[in-house]
Every structure is written in C-alpha cells, then in structure tokens.
C-alpha cells in the first residue's frame, strides 16, 4: 500500500431513526491516526449521519490526497458512485422525478471529493473490521456527547 494513501472508515447512525444521531470517522495515514466525531441532538437520520461522517473526515484533510474510503453505507457507496450524476443531471430530481433526498449533503460530498482522488470501498458492518467497529464507537460517542451538550444548553 502506497504511503500518500488516507485510509478512512466512517459510520453513522441515529437512536431512533429518525431521532438524535452521530457519525464517526478514522483517519490513516502512514504512522498518524485521527479520530473524528460528532452529533445532532435533534431530529434526523442514519441516511444523513452517514452522509455527514465522510465529509468531515474528507473536509479536515489539508491537501489534496488519494483516499481509499470504507463505508457500510451502500447508500452512501452507491449514491456517490453511481447516482449522483445522475440526479444532478436531471436538476437534483429522481428517476421518479422527486427531489433527492438530503441534496445539501450529497451536494457537499461532491464537493468535498472533487479536492482528492477518492475510492470507495463498502465493508459490512459489525463483521470485526476494527476501524468500522471504532468508527462505528465514535458514532455513538457524537450521538452522546451531542444529547449530553443540549441537554446543558438548556
């Protein structure tokens, strides 16, 4: 494996879905690890928790680089490999012609992705991968630590 490759392993999720969510990310690179979290406490979904952990991990990298990226998302995986031009193509609409579903996000992904050379890899989750079981930790870490942070807000 080449050492210029970040190897990133991401998951999100919500309890309940929809409800409050959280969405992890590892980072590789050569000798570093970066860990990653973060959280909603309102209401929303597994589908953008798991939209959202690739992005940031993806946005905090500081230049461009390849990236192989493992997801247990095949929303994720598919959409941004196969669906996105599409629905851009066809102004954000579905092939039912109904507007896509978290557009702002898909729309931020692409964007985020343009900077880097990205592979996407699916993995099946909670199989013993261990950076999909830690990025799957952090999840839960963010969904907390954002319920624990409204919870004081208030």
């Known amino acids: 494996m080449s050492a210029d490759v970040v190897i990133i392993h991401t998951d999100g999720g919500c309890r309940p879905n929809p409800g409050p969510g959280g969405w992890g990310a590892v980072l590789r690179h050569r000798d570093s690890v ?39 998302s095949t929303y994720v995986r598919n959409g941004i490999t196969k669906w996105v031009l599409g629905w851009e193509r066809n102004g954000w609409l579905t092939a ?4 896509v579903k978290n557009v702002d996000l898909w729309q931020r992904l692409q964007k985020a992705c343009a900077r880097h050379r990205v592979e996407w890899f699916w993995v099946k989750g909670h199989s013993g991968i261990a950076d999909n079981e830690l990025a799957d930790q952090l999840a839960t870490r963010g969904l907390q630590e954002a319920i624990a942070a409204s919870a004081a807000a208030v």
């Open 34 to 72: 970066r860990e990653m979290c973060g959280g909603e406490a309102g209401a929303t979904s597994n589908n953008r928790m798991e939209l959202t952990a690739p992005i940031m991990a993806l946005e905090a990298l500081t230049r461009p680089v390849v990236v192989h990226l493992h997801t247990d």
């Open 96 to 99: 039912a012609k109904q507007p």
